[in-house]
């Protein structure tokens, strides 16, 4: 390179430098001309060694390089191929110099080499590309509008040449692109990449970009979802086959502070949604219009949101393609629907409502567009969305929806399942690991949220149904876990669970309903506090879900033989005062009026384990119309000591009597020659109880009735005495008699320990009166001399003193 030209690429004015690159031009040309292309080598290493990376010139001598490395590009026109590497590299250099001017004469000089070379740009586009990233976080206005002319040049030349420019270079296959590294090493090369070497590549253009999506810079956020959405616009590209490499970061991006990122992020991941929705309607219109194939469930699902204009509109685009002769892309892209699934279920943990409406409604479309993947994700899905019944309504909303529609495609799967092992044709593809499933559903049982709780319990319902009840067994672990679920705060969590316990209990021909009561009374046991919050509630579910009789019959079966005397006699009281309140056993009280051998079994069954409690047997007798037998108990009643408790149980039958369950009842009293054993029954109450509030409302009650006193104590003579003595009715009566005195015995047990644990800590000195007329129990009377050496070894010190000391001490 001549000196002249060399001094006037160094010289300090723009003016200068510009028309000495002008001069540079003319030669190179004329090299050119002459085909001498060592010498244009020379020029381009000349201007990268003395005027780029030089360190001793200025920042005039850089600035004479780069519009001089400009020059040489614009001379060399079409043949800047075989130069491109020499001449670009000086330039990427100079992006990361500290001068800002440096920065934007680069970004000059870029730009008309740029203009020259398009699609060789390619060769080194991933170089380009990060440097723009960094320009467009520049703080230097110029800067930034140099990189953003730049950046309007690079875009232009991949609409126009991305898919289909091939470089001339020889050996291109040898070329090493100088790219930035990056840790995603599993980026595929798509086949339209593959079939034929082009020198733009998304292959090697993802890895760089998804790394830079995790930027912070809002300037450099909204340069790269603008470059998104550039190259998604380019059909031959097939950039949506991508999408899982940069889900993520522009799922972040709707976190942004700056609003115009959210929107323009916003609009991109729609973008990207409703091409993924075409794609798949494409799919299964070329699969429903294959005789040999027969579209299944789950291709037919994405039909079930295709409206039928839309659906004509994809017939009309498909059928037209095959009859010209097409390319039909959407057929041919693959889209990794399980990646993307993966960060759309992440993102519904995030605390941003923003993210975590947007990750629910691609949820939403893919239980259509891939409802395999959504099953094989089923479990991290709920896991993740259930607990969103918490947030705010638009969110909760939104959840519950897919929530149910998740409910419909796992009943429908599982109802695949079982005609398939009907037909002994299991498709394994279609199974879904429940165990995990249910594990993942009893962990959301400890969540804090009522909503979520409730969502989970559904979710186990329904696929124990689905299972026909195979799914939980009494055995396992998790039921074990339910049965703790029982002390929760809110009754409709509370209820939902005796809704699966119950299921369970019944699945099996009802052989694991005792079982089941077993563990409950255990839990009554182990804290009285949860049988008085919950036993009501408890025992009305359970009759909601099981037929009543059932449920007391079992319970009667076991009451019956419980060591415990003190719950079972508490766990009789609260299913007798259930069975005279509660609607669910209105067809059990219905049963227990009328007479027959079946429900006279039903009676005797609850009799045995209501003798635990006289009051509640009292009850009995009188719900089932048994008068007589009522009257007769009262000769028991006479035998046992009555306490606060069964006084208090008295006070409550008082106010049962006046309730509507004993209408029929009160009727009766006004027939005494038909129901004479009632009177006395009611008579006999109304003398065990003390003069209060209750005794007056019986006694009043009775008072209306006018029947006379002779009317009501009818000798006994004119009675019939078959029930008194019929064994049947005998051997109830013993019954009560015999239990009723275990109650006593164990009842006053705690008393005696007292007492003689008492008599041994506190030792009694016997006066002289004593001592003198102590008789044993044989009658032998104890003389003093006995006593004094009793008193002896108790009280040594005493024994040893003088009568007279003894004597002032008594």
Not at 69 to 75: K, N, R, S, T
Not at 85 to 105: A, G, T, W
């Amino acid at each position: 390179m001549d000196n002249l030209i060399a001094h006037g690429l160094t010289h300090k004015l723009y003016d200068k430098r510009k028309s000495t690159a002008y001069e540079l031009e003319r030669v190179v040309r004329q090299y050119l001309e002459k085909d001498e292309t060592d010498k244009v080598q020379d020029v381009i290493n000349e201007l990268a060694d003395n005027f780029i990376y030089s360190p001793t010139k200025g920042s005039n001598a850089v600035f004479g390089g780069l519009i001089g490395l400009a020059a040489v590009a614009i001379a060399l026109g079409p043949k800047i191929d075989r130069y491109m590497e020499s001449i670009i590299m000086p330039v990427l250099y100079c992006f990361n110099d500290s001068d800002s001017k440096i920065r934007y004469y680069a970004c000059e000089s870029m730009y008309n080499i740029g203009k020259v070379a398009k699609g060789e740009v390619f060769r080194f586009f991933n170089l380009m590309f990060d440097v723009l990233c960094k320009l467009f976080a520049d703080t230097e206005i110029t800067v930034k509008n140099g990189a953003e002319l730049l950046d309007r040049l690079v875009k232009d030349i991949v609409i126009q040449q991305a898919s289909t420019y091939m470089s001339s270079v020889e050996n291109l296959d040898n070329f090493k692109d100088k790219t930035a590294t990056s840790s995603m090493q599993d980026v595929p090369v798509l086949s339209c990449e593959s079939s034929q070497m082009q020198t733009f590549s998304l292959a090697k253009l993802v890895p760089l970009l998804s790394e830079r999506l995790y930027v912070i810079n809002p300037n450099t956020r909204m340069f790269l979802v603008s470059w998104i959405r550039l190259l998604d616009s380019i059909p031959d590209l097939e950039f949506i086959s991508y999408l899982p490499y940069l889900l993520d970061g522009l799922m972040n991006y709707l976190s942004d502070p700056n609003e115009s990122i959210r929107i323009v992020t916003s609009n991109c991941l729609y973008d990207f949604l409703r091409e993924i929705q075409r794609i798949a309607k494409v799919k299964y219109h070329i699969l429903q219009r294959d005789e040999e194939s027969e579209p299944d469930f789950f291709n037919l699902m994405i039909r079930r949101v295709t409206s039928d204009s839309e659906m004509q509109e994809i017939s009309e685009y498909v059928e037209g393609s095959l009859k010209d002769g097409s390319f039909i892309l959407e057929a041919h892209i693959q889209i990794d629907c399980k990646k993307i699934l993966e960060i759309i279920v992440n993102h519904l943990g995030s605390p941003v409502p923003l993210i975590q409406e947007k990750a629910l409604k691609w949820l939403y479309e893919f239980i259509y567009i891939s409802p395999k993947d959504v099953l094989f994700l089923i479990s991290k899905i709920l896991e993740n969305l259930l607990p969103l019944m918490s947030k705010g309504e638009n969110i909760r909303q939104i959840a519950k929806e897919l929530s149910q529609n998740l409910v419909i495609l796992v009943s429908k799967v599982m109802d695949i399942e079982i005609s398939e092992l009907d037909t002994s044709q299991n498709d394994k593809s279609l199974s879904v690991d429940f165990h995990t499933l249910i594990e993942v559903l009893q962990k959301l049982l400890s969540n804090d949220n009522e909503e979520t709780r409730l969502c989970s319990l559904e979710w186990v319902l329904l696929l124990q149904r689905r299972a026909g009840g195979k799914l939980i067994c009494m055995h396992d672990t998790i039921f074990q876990t339910f049965l703790l679920q029982l002390s929760d705060p809110s009754d409709l969590v509370v209820s939902r669970i005796l809704e699966l316990l119950a299921y369970i209990a019944i699945s099996h021909k009802s052989e694991n309903l005792v079982p089941f009561l077993k563990y409950l009374l255990q839990m009554f046991s182990e804290d009285r506090k949860f049988m008085n919050s919950r036993g009501n509630l408890i025992i009305r579910q359970l009759c909601n879900h099981i037929e009543g009789e059932r449920v007391y019959t079992a319970f009667a079966s076991i009451l019956e033989v419980e060591e415990n005397l003190e719950l079972a006699s508490t766990m009789v009281e609260v299913l007798s005062n259930n069975l005279f309140t509660a609607p669910e056993l209105f067809d059990l009280r219905k049963k227990l009026k009328q007479s027959s051998l079946k429900l006279q079994n039903i009676f005797t069954t609850l009799y045995r384990a209501w003798c635990h409690n006289s009051v509640a047997v009292f009850a009995l007798c009188l719900l089932s119309q048994n008068y007589e037998h009522a009257a007769n108990l009262l000769t028991v009643f006479a035998e046992i000591e009555f306490n606060v408790d069964m006084l208090i149980q008295l006070d409550k039958l008082v106010q049962l009597i006046e309730s509507p369950v004993f209408t029929y009842m009160r009727l009766q009293l006004l027939e005494p020659e038909k129901y004479p054993y009632l009177h006395k029954a009611l008579y006999g109450i109304l003398m065990l109880l003390p003069q209060s509030s209750a005794f007056r409302t019986l006694r009043d009650r009775l008072q209306c009735t006018t029947v006379t006193k002779s009317s009501v104590l009818l000798p006994n003579e004119r009675i019939s005495r078959t029930r008194r003595d019929d064994p049947y009715w005998s051997d109830l009566l013993e019954r009560l008699r015999t239990v009723q005195l275990s109650h006593q015995n164990n009842y006053r047990e705690p008393i005696r320990a007292t007492k003689l644990a008492l008599a041994g800590a506190l030792p009694s000195v016997p006066t002289a009166t004593t001592i003198s007329t102590t008789t044993s129990a044989s009658g032998i009377t104890t003389t003093a001399s006995n006593s004094k050496d009793l008193i002896a070894n108790r009280f040594p010190h005493a024994a040893a003193a003088p009568p007279g000391t003894r004597k002032k001490s008594k």
